[in-house]
Each structure stands twice: as structure tokens, then as C-alpha cells.
């Protein structure tokens, strides 16, 4: 059964602090994207990251993907009350046209 | 990217009735997803709707419960039926598109649901 674990489930932490998102999967892929939640929203995408090694960055956000490990990291630099929000990442398997999403991780960022 | 629109975009519903959610692309797509993501959890895919064929669901979804149509490459509907509060979600369509950067799923708005 195909998994997709986030860690941590839920991030409290201050603004201007640093801290790391991370993102485990259980089967092959070269394609893992992170998407944005607000609540009472639907998903925004962030991030398409489409093979190891790959990384991107949009403001305080970046991520990168390696996909020996099955591991994707969503790095938030200096973070900011308007970054609260719940974030998913999702793999899409090499075998068919199917996206599983990860647990979520909710993160709030105090002032 | 695709501009995707659902309706109704909120609905109280009660149980034992049957609803259904328009989702509608501002482009032909080949391939539409349907989501459900329960309260405070992540998303589940209910099936893989290809225009011209049946729906494919995932484990744990049936056709009874979850009809899915796909007249053309820019429509599709998932009717909830005989609604239970168990069945109180929000229901997201999606589609994949290819663009320079490779593919990504775009989400509708989403049609939350409550069941009373």
C-alpha cells in the first residue's frame, strides 16, 4: 500500500524562525508537488518538483526532492503570519495517472 | 494552468437524499479526478473519470454510492447518494495539465457538504 508521511503533523513557531516540513513516500516516483491549504479553501499548488535533486524556491518557501531517499523537504526561511495555512505534498506514481496525498502538516506562525 | 469551477459550492443536505456536483475546466482535459477530504484530514481519491469511458474507482469507493458522468472533455458530475453525515466532506474535482514546467493537478473550489 502506497504511503505518503508528513512530518510534523502540526508546526507551531515563531515569525522570523526557520524550520523544515518533511515529506516521506513509500513508492517509486520522480514527481512529488506541495500544495497549500487555507482553511475553508481549496488547494493551492506550490511547488512541482519532476526529478532527484530538483529544487525550488518561491519567497520564503523552497523545496527539494530526492527521490533515492523518497524524500521531499518544504524548507520555510523567516517565516511570517501569512505562511499559516495547512500544507500537503503529493506523489504521483511512475505507474499511472495517480496522485496520493500526504497526512498534512498545519502550521501556525505566532507573532 | 486550468480555471475550474464546482457547483454548489456549499450545501446542507439530508440524510438519505442524493447530490450532485457539477465541476466544469475552461479547457479539454483528457483525464478528471474526483477528491473527498473529510474534516481535518488529508485528500482521498474517489476515482479517475476519462471522457467516453466508465469511471475507475479507488478502494473503498462503488459506483452506487458515487456515479461519476463525463459527457465531454470540459464536464463532469459526482452525485453523492443516499447521504449519510458520514458522507459530510469537501468534495474536490481536478484536473492533471501538461505546461512547460511538466504536469500538475489544479483543484476546483471545492463543494462542502454536510449531511443533518
Known amino acids: 500500500e502506497l504511503k505518503v508521511e508528513q512530518n510534523p503533523l502540526f508546526l507551531s513557531m515563531q515569525e522570523g524562525k526557520n524550520y523544515t516540513i518533511y515529506c516521506n513516500y513509500s513508492?517509486?516516483?520522480?514527481?512529488l508537488y506541495w500544495y497549500r491549504q487555507d482553511p475553508g479553501k481549496s488547494l493551492e499548488s506550490l511547488f512541482v518538483?519532476?526529478?532527484?535533486?530538483a529544487v525550488k524556491q518561491e519567497g520564503r518557501l523552497m523545496a527539494s526532492l530526492d527521490t533515492k531517499a523518497r524524500l521531499s523537504t518544504l524548507h520555510i526561511t523567516a517565516a511570517v503570519h501569512d505562511l499559516s495555512a495547512t500544507y500537503f505534498c503529493?506523489?504521483?506514481?511512475?505507474?499511472?495517472?495517480?496522485?496520493?496525498f500526504g497526512t498534512g502538516t498545519s502550521l501556525t506562525v505566532i507573532p | 494552468s486550468a480555471v475550474i469551477s464546482q457547483k454548489p459550492s456549499r450545501d446542507i443536505c439530508q440524510r438519505g437524499t442524493s447530490l450532485t456536483i457539477q465541476c466544469q475546466v475552461d479547457?479539454?482535459?483528457?483525464?478528471m479526478f474526483w477528491y473527498r477530504q473529510q474534516p481535518g484530514q488529508s485528500l482521498t481519491l474517489i476515482a479517475t473519470a476519462n471522457q467516453g469511458s466508465e469511471a475507475t474507482y479507488e478502494s473503498g469507493f462503488v459506483i452506487d454510492k458515487f456515479p461519476i458522468s463525463r459527457p465531454n472533455l470540459t464536464f463532469s458530475t459526482l452525485t453523492v447518494s443516499n447521504m449519510s453525515p458520514e458522507d459530510s466532506s469537501i468534495y474536490l474535482c481536478?484536473?492533471?495539465?501538461?505546461?512547460?514546467?511538466?504536469?500538475?493537478?489544479?483543484f476546483g473550489e471545492g463543494s462542502w457538504l454536510t449531511v443533518v
Open positions: 479547457s479539454q482535459v483528457t483525464m
Open positions: 513508492t517509486t516516483s520522480d514527481r
Open positions: 503529493a506523489v504521483d506514481t511512475n505507474t499511472g495517472n495517480q496522485f496520493y
Open positions: 481536478s484536473v492533471e495539465f501538461w505546461g512547460q514546467a511538466g504536469n500538475t493537478i489544479y
Open positions: 518538483l519532476l526529478s532527484n535533486g
